[in-house]
């Protein structure tokens, strides 16, 4: 291999692990707003997000193509409603991790991909490797085993990973740039974020932001923390397989899942290892089938590139 050939590959080595290593280390970071409501921290998250990203897009020169995507109906239904399921996967997340659930996210960013990869079957018609179908039969078992011990449905876990399966084949339906998508659904949301943030002081509830200077630097970082990891992930697109872009993503659940047992220190059933061992097998089967279908395809295909992103 070449050394321009290495280089990209290097670079993209590390965009993918920095994304993945900071979404991991979310649960770290939410926990010090725990004694935040989590539709606050959510309202603060979307503004601050939206103010970050439109100084990137002034920065780069990219406002006006930006702009444009505001005139496309098409495009306006598509992000309104990727706005909406990405709303929800944070709420659910901010809320599981204030109330001590880091174990129970875990578990679903590790359903997450057998859940697109079963979505991407089903409502898309992609072709799926055997060892794939595999994978999303064990992680069927984990759900069932799972409900079954609990005797109730995981619903953290299966809110955070229906809704980021949804919030992927929603993207998919309308493929955007990730700056230009971010910032044109946090500005779908910022409407929704200041009417709560108006309705509570109407009511006199008071507002954790400009309380302290230290919740309040926390507020406008989580907007910041928000788009970095996502445009990190976007460049590493571009520079690696999907395969390995794959096999890298899981470094996310498995860091919640080791912050949960050690830094946490939270409680769990010893039937919660054996629904994690499960999904973890289901994991190895599912990149695997990634792997194979890779090894047997002649090229790459061409429609799994990602369009430009802000670091390239």
Request: glycine fraction near 6%.
């Amino acid at each position: 291999m070449s050394s321009t050939d290495a280089s990209p590959k290097s670079s993209g080595l590390l965009f993918a692990l920095s994304a993945y290593g900071m979404w991991g280390c979310f649960p770290l970071f939410f926990h010090l707003l725990e004694n935040v409501s989590a539709w606050e921290v959510l309202v603060q998250r979307i503004i601050w997000a939206l103010i970050f990203m439109l100084a990137i897009l002034a920065f780069t020169g990219r406002l006006r193509t930006f702009l444009n995507h505001l005139r496309s109906p098409r495009t306006l239904f598509w992000m309104t409603l990727s706005s909406l399921l990405i709303a929800m996967n944070w709420l659910v997340f901010i809320w599981g991790v204030s109330q001590h659930h880091v174990l129970e996210t875990s578990l679903g960013y590790f359903i997450t991909p057998l859940l697109s990869l079963l979505l991407g079957r089903i409502v898309l018609g992609e072709r799926m490797h055997p060892l794939q179908a595999v994978a999303g039969g064990i992680a069927t078992l984990a759900v069932l085993f799972e409900l079954w011990e609990l005797g109730r449905l995981p619903w953290i876990s299966l809110s955070l990973a229906t809704t980021f399966a949804l919030y992927g084949l929603v993207r998919k339906q309308q493929p955007i740039e990730a700056l230009n998508g971010l910032t044109l659904e946090t500005l779908v949301l910022t409407p929704i974020a200041i009417a709560w943030i108006l309705w509570q002081m109407m009511n006199g509830h008071p507002l954790a932001f400009g309380q302290s200077p230290w919740i309040s630097s926390l507020l406008i970082a989580s907007g910041t923390l928000t788009a970095i990891p996502l445009l990190l992930f976007a460049a590493a697109t571009r520079r690696l397989d999907l395969n390995v872009v794959g096999f890298i993503m899981y470094l996310n659940p498995t860091l919640q899942f080791l912050f949960a047992v050690f830094v946490f220190e939270e409680s769990y059933p010893p039937q919660r290892l054996i629904t994690f061992a499960l999904i973890w097998l289901a994991m190895g089967f599912f990149m695997a089938g990634l792997w194979r279908a890779h090894r047997q395809r002649s090229k790459p295909s061409t429609h799994d590139t990602v369009e430009d992103s802000v670091l390239d």
